[in-house]
Nanobody
Framework: QVQLVESGGGLVQFGGSLRLSCVAS????????MAWYRQVPGKQRELVAS???????MYADSVKGRFTISRDHAKNTIYLQMNSLKLEDTAVYYC???????????????WGQGTQVTVST
């Protein structure tokens, strides 16, 4: 079984910064692409940023230049450094990972439980 646990969310003022972390644990063979998504009530979950196994990063247009995704393979962890936060960044942020849990079996996407980020005036 694979577990993803996010942390680092909270309340921050407009223009401030937060750093989210997501740790993968359990039994698995390899972790491929990892990503951050976010969701607000009544809207679809949207991709914020992703990072491949070799470190190629992609960002949603709305966060380019403000957010940075990074990865620590040794710790099975990804981070999301969020700077210059805006009110519209308020959402539940979810970690997602493409994981091969058993050798020879197809990989599977796993989700964390989410962490709330609230940007206030």
């Amino acid at each position: 079984q694979v577990q993803l646990v996010e942390s680092g969310g909270g309340l921050v003022q407009f223009g401030g910064s937060l750093r989210l972390s997501c740790v993968a644990s359990g039994t698995f063979v390899d972790i491929w692409t990892m990503a951050w998504y976010r969701q607000v009530p009544g809207k679809q979950r949207e991709l914020v940023a992703s990072i491949s196994r070799i470190g190629d990063a992609m960002y949603a247009d709305s966060v380019k230049g403000r957010f940075t995704i990074s990865r620590d393979h040794a710790k099975n962890t990804i981070y999301l450094q969020m700077n210059s936060l805006k009110l519209e960044d308020t959402a539940v942020y979810y970690c997602n990972a493409d994981v091969t849990a058993v050798n020879g079996r197809p990989s599977w996407y796993y989700w964390g439980q989410g962490t709330q980020v609230t940007v206030s005036t």
